[in-house]
């Protein structure tokens, strides 16, 4: 189930089960989403990417869900494996007040993976 | 391709005392960042480069907080003094175009 923890909301799933990890953006006028993974000791890595002229995009075990109209990130990991347990940022490019892109992050949700 | 590289990996610091962190970001990366993450939340965007310009400095505590990006490659970003809040891990990323590649970052714990 999921819970929010003292800093991270957490996501507690089996092996082998989907996992759902969600995500509010701010700003209307993001353009580009990007999903990070990141383990304990490490700095965040790439998952997986959409446009906003995009609903779906899928990966390997991956697909990211975008909903515009409520400003609602999904990302959806099938078949979960404990090597998936991290924490889990989705992140918005904008533009910001000098007329470049930059990466805001949300607040992470960390998943845990029993075997 | 080599990724971002940061040093040191760890840093043990007293208040008051000043430290540096140092970047290096993939080969032809115009975009550098350095972000600061607290234990339990997101990254938070501290300055942002485009080749050796700041763009992007807004977050950042000028008070005590400093950055250059010489000749538009490595990066250096300095903290004086230091304070106990400063304590984090501070991850420097580059980007070509769209996606931002992270190094392993620096966890600074101040005493």
């Known amino acids: 189930g999921e819970s929010v923890g003292l800093h991270l909301p957490t996501l507690s799933v089996q092996e082998g089960d989907n996992s759902i990890i969600n995500c509010a953006y701010s700003?209307?006028?993001?353009?580009?989403f990007i999903w990070y993974k990141q383990e304990s000791g490490k700095g965040p890595q790439f998952i997986i990417d959409?446009?906003?002229?995009?609903d779906k995009r899928q990966g390997q075990r991956v697909t990211v869900l975008l909903n515009k109209t409520v400003k609602h990130l999904s990302l959806q990991i099938a078949a979960t494996q404990p090597g998936d347990s991290a924490v889990y940022f989705c992140?918005?490019?904008?533009?910001?007040?000098?007329?470049?892109?930059?990466?805001?992050f949300g607040k992470g949700t960390m998943l845990l993976v029993s075997p | 391709e080599a990724g971002v590289a940061q040093s040191p990996r760890y840093k043990i610091i007293e208040k008051r005392q000043s430290v540096a962190f140092w970047c290096n970001p993939i080969?032809?990366?115009?975009?550098l960042y350095w972000y600061q993450q607290i234990l339990g939340q997101g990254p938070k965007l501290l300055i942002q480069?485009?080749?050796?310009?700041?763009?992007?400095d807004s977050q950042l505590p000028k008070d005590r907080f400093s950055a250059e990006r010489l000749k538009g490659v490595d990066s250096t970003l300095k903290i004086q003094p230091a304070k106990l809040e400063d304590s984090a891990v501070y991850l420097c990323?580059?980007?070509?175009?769209?996606?931002?590649?992270f190094g392993q970052g620096t966890r600074l714990t101040v005493v």
């Open positions: 990323a580059s980007s070509l175009e769209f996606e931002a590649f």
């Open positions: 700003n209307s006028a993001s353009d580009y």
């Open positions: 959409i446009r906003s002229n995009m």
């Open positions: 992140a918005e490019k904008t533009i910001g007040n000098s007329g470049y892109s930059t990466l805001t």
């Open positions: 080969s032809g990366h115009a975009t």
């Open positions: 480069f485009q080749n050796n310009g700041v763009v992007d």
